[in-house]
């Protein structure tokens, strides 16, 4: 049976390459090597990702329309169902210049993305789906293009994986910290390299398999 997994995230999803407005190949960005590794390891599963760059979890962006990440959540959710799985990997654009927020204040922005998951208006006898909660890595110092955008974000954000692994201990959700498998990039301090989307890939690969097995 398949197993279809929906990855609602950001540009660290996205796959931009740091210090462009490029972006990395399915295959070598994190979605496209959790995919390929899965299916190389005979479980069935479908990835498909919505990640928008500069997504938030509740926050909009003065700039740029549709960065609020629990608008059209519900829908999206509706859309694609049925899902076996929703990876949530936002944050770190909550500590974009413009907001002041804290680690606190981003966790439970992802605690109203859970609850918006869990009610969202699905048709009867579809499942309501499980959720992995992924915390980015911790920012470093930003450099190039992004260094103004996200001047300070490195000290606002401290805080964020344990934040987040607390609030989903209450919901009861999946959660998995990218510290454990990688740094943030090292060319500009807040995206993820390409060498980095592989690492990471894999080990969520071996998180999600876990995940679904415990589903059969």
Known sequence: MMKHILVYGDSLSWG???NSRRRLSFNKRWPGVVENQLQGQGVNVRITENCLNGRRTVWSDPFKAGRDGSEGLAQLIEINSPLSLIVL???TNDFQVMHTNN???SAQGTVKLINIIRQAP???GMPVPDILVVAPPQM???KGPVAAKFEGAQRKCVGLADALKS???EQQVYFYNSADAT???RVDGIHLDEDQH???GLALADVLKCILELQE
Request: hydrophobic residues 55%; charged residues 10%.
């Open 16 to 18: 931009i390459i740091p």
């Open 89 to 91: 990997l936002l944050g």
């Open 103 to 105: 680690a606190w204040m």
């Open 122 to 124: 699905i048709e009867p």
């Open 140 to 142: 470093l110092a930003p």
């Open 167 to 169: 609030v989903t201990e």
């Open 183 to 185: 740094e943030a990039s």
């Open 198 to 200: 592989q690492t990471l």
